[in-house]
């Protein structure tokens, strides 16, 4: 097929973008619900990933440790979400490059290779937190028949739904993720406000003044150590580094004339709107899950949840051991608690909910996993061959970590991958923040200095943070093993090194237009052939 056909063929999947009309009853002020239809898609695929069973399963034990105390960093881990993926979206829109095909442009071939490898690492264990969620769900709504290294081969399945919907076409796939959306809204908007007057059974009414409180009060009272870290997984799991990546891909999919600067303020517009109200929507569940157990559970013990499953119809109830310690819940014994306490049918709707967050998340790390490899490695396999071997990359250790662990050992599993994508953000923020401040890039669209300083300062802040979960979680511990302590440090000097490397980079993007000696030197790839810049460069 020849370049041009190809650029046909992929013309036609674009969405087209309808122009303005004056006699148009949706237009009002400028603002034209047809065309915030037309860009309405990538924002709301974009937010699965933010409420998949890694999230979820971060959320419930959020509340059963700390109640509502720290819902506040839900929120701020969300607004600073919603700023990255501005820059994500809007990178992608100007440029017509999303973040993997610009770090292969920009960057020479050594931290190129590394960032992709960090980003593998991110995807594969969002891809084992969204497998195993997904296998978790089926085993707990087949009452255990269906053994969780099944459910993880039953996943595989996704890899051939995702190629047949994408046959039918782009919108259609949106549709289809929407509804599972739809569903996550219905079954966990369903665990906190069904009303006990119209049911045999009650659900969690948590105090709606105490939600809000936990919201904007930046503190946590009286709050230990394990508190801290799910902290930290809320930043990594909300955070997620691959998501900037993949956002900035999927607004590649709408027909925007990059040859107007007013069709380019446009698309940054209503891409921008229909984002806020996808992380809006997940920020509503996440909020949602962190009350119901944080109102059912918070300071509970096994033997409480115990002695409430006693009398309880809720099959294979007795999970929950006779002892005083603190609960300790995944998303298998989260949905037994809420059969015990509020009926049996609330423990199959959260089922239900938990399948649609996993199926939906499994494929959007799918397209991830595309589109990271692709644009990396610049490789042009076709579509099957690339779905299949990102998928044979996470399957197969899911597989074998399913097969040969227990739910317990599943569920601290879930911590530490969320603290590692913690550790993987800056390799997602600082590219992102350098070629979206760079204005041989970006023109007249190049990030305001205030952004450049706030988000530099937000990446130096998880940056510090890693720096203290690693000192305060691995080093005690690899002093008593000398292997480990050399694997640690030499993993160390690697991380800071690339991460000094970046913020170098970085800085010279900023300083691209004054033509400095470390921007001379740092972007020696720093080229760029696409003729609509020259429009906004002038």
């Known amino acids: 097929m020849s370049a041009s056909d190809k650029s046909q063929q992929e013309g036609k999947r674009l969405v087209a973008v309808p122009d303005s009309d004056p006699s148009d009853a949706s237009v009002q002020d400028g603002f034209s619900l047809r065309k915030l239809w037309a860009f309405t898609g990538p924002g709301f695929l974009l937010c699965i990933p933010y409420m998949d069973p890694g999230n979820i399963e971060n959320d419930l034990q959020c509340g059963v440790k700390a109640k509502y105390k720290i819902l506040w960093i839900v929120l701020l881990s969300t607004l600073l979400a919603l700023l990255m993926q501005r820059l994500s979206l809007r990178l992608g829109v100007v440029t017509g490059q999303h973040l993997a095909e610009m770090c292969y442009l920009q960057y020479p071939p050594l931290p190129r290779l590394f960032l992709w490898i960090m980003m593998e690492v991110a995807i594969i264990g969002s891809d084992m937190q969204e497998v195993i969620g997904t296998a978790i769900a089926l085993y707990l709504l087949s009452n255990r028949l269906i053994p969780l290294w099944v459910g993880v081969v039953l996943t595989v399945v996704d890899t051939f739904m995702f190629l047949l919907l994408d046959r039918y076409g782009l919108r259609k796939l949106e549709i289809f993720f929407a509804t599972l959306v739809a569903v996550m809204i219905f ?14 059974f009650w659900i969690a009414k948590p105090d709606g003044s105490e939600i809000l409180q936990g919201l904007v009060t930046p503190w946590c009272e009286d709050c230990d150590g394990s508190v801290a870290l799910q902290a930290i997984g809320i930043i990594g799991a909300t955070i997620t580094p691959h998501n900037l990546y993949l956002h900035s891909g999927l607004v590649k999919s709408r027909a925007v004339d990059r040859s107007k600067v007013s069709k380019i303020k446009e698309a940054n517009l209503y891409f921008f709107w229909e984002c806020m109200m996808g992380l809006s929507v997940s920020l509503t569940i996440n909020i949602i899950v962190v009350s119901v157990f944080g109102h059912g559970l918070y ?12 009398n309880s119809d809720v099959p294979h109830h007795n999970i929950f051991t006779n002892n005083t310690e603190i609960v300790e819940l995944d998303i298998y014994k989260s949905g037994i608690f809420l059969g015990c306490q509020y009926g049996v049918l609330a423990m199959y709707i959260w089922g239900l909910g938990v399948l649609a967050a996993g199926e939906g998340s499994t494929m959007m790390g799918c ?8 644009g990396f490695l610049h490789l042009k396999w076709t579509k099957w061959k690339r779905v299949l071997f990102t998928r044979s990359v996470a399957i197969l250790p899911t597989f074998m970590i399913a097969f040969y662990s227990t739910l317990p050992e599943l569920s601290g599993l879930n911590d530490l991958l969320n603290a590692m994508f913690s550790i993987q953000i800056p390799f997602a923020t600082l590219p992102l923040i350098a070629f979206t401040s760079n204005p041989q890039l970006m023109g007249q669209f190049v990030n305001g200095i205030f952004i450049k300083i706030f988000t530099s300062v937000v990446s130096v802040v998880v940056i510090c943070i890693n720096v203290f979960f690693v000192l305060s979680s691995w080093l005690s511990t690899a002093l008593l093993n000398y292997w480990l302590l050399a694997a640690l440090s030499l993993y160390c000097l690697v991380y800071f090194s690339m991460c000094g490397y970046l913020v170098l980079h970085m800085i010279a993007n900023m300083t691209a237009a004054d033509n400095t000696a470390l921007s001379r030197a740092l972007l020696c790839k720093t080229t760029w052939t696409n003729r609509n810049m020259q429009l906004w460069t002038m």
């Open 367 to 374: 397209y991830a996993g595309q589109l990271t490899m692709e």
């Open 187 to 200: 079954t966990f908007g369903y665990e906190m406000y069904s009303n006990q007057d119209d049911l045999q």
């Open 299 to 310: 300071q509970k013990t096994n033997a409480d949840v115990m002695n409430l499953c006693l």
